[in-house]
């Protein structure tokens, strides 16, 4: 079984910041991309950033240098570093997480329940 786990969330004022968490765990080989992505009411789920094993990162355009993917591969935990926030950032976010599998040997695409991130005055 693999376990996705996002943590990090919370309520915070318009221009704060918050870190997000997400840890990988379970009958894991290895994980490999991880992705961000968030879901805000009556909004499609849109991709916010993505980083590889080795640590190259791709972000959405509106992301405009405010926030910032980064990873631990011995934890096997991504991390998201949101800067700067606004109303418009409220929404759940996601982490995704490409996972090969122990018994059996396979890959997974692997999802958390998400964390929620309300910026409210």
């Known amino acids: 079984q693999v376990h996705v786990v996002e943590t990090g969330g919370g309520l915070v004022q318009p221009g704060g910041s918050l870190r997000l968490s997400c840890e990988v765990s379970?009958?894991?080989?290895?994980?490999?991309?991880m992705d961000w992505y968030r879901q805000a009411p009556g909004n499609q789920r849109e991709h916010v950033a993505g980083i590889t094993p080795g640590g190259g990162t791709d972000y959405a355009d509106w992301v405009k240098g405010r926030f910032t993917i980064s990873r631990d591969n011995a934890k096997n935990t991504a991390y998201l570093q949101m800067n700067n926030l606004t109303s418009e950032d409220t929404a759940r976010y996601y982490c995704?997480?490409?996972?090969?599998?122990?018994?059996?040997?396979?890959?997974?695409?692997?999802w958390g329940q998400g964390t929620l991130v309300t910026v409210s005055s």
């Open positions: 379970g009958s894991i080989h290895s994980v490999r991309d």
């Open positions: 995704n997480a490409g996972v090969i599998t122990l018994s059996p040997f396979s890959t997974k695409d692997a």
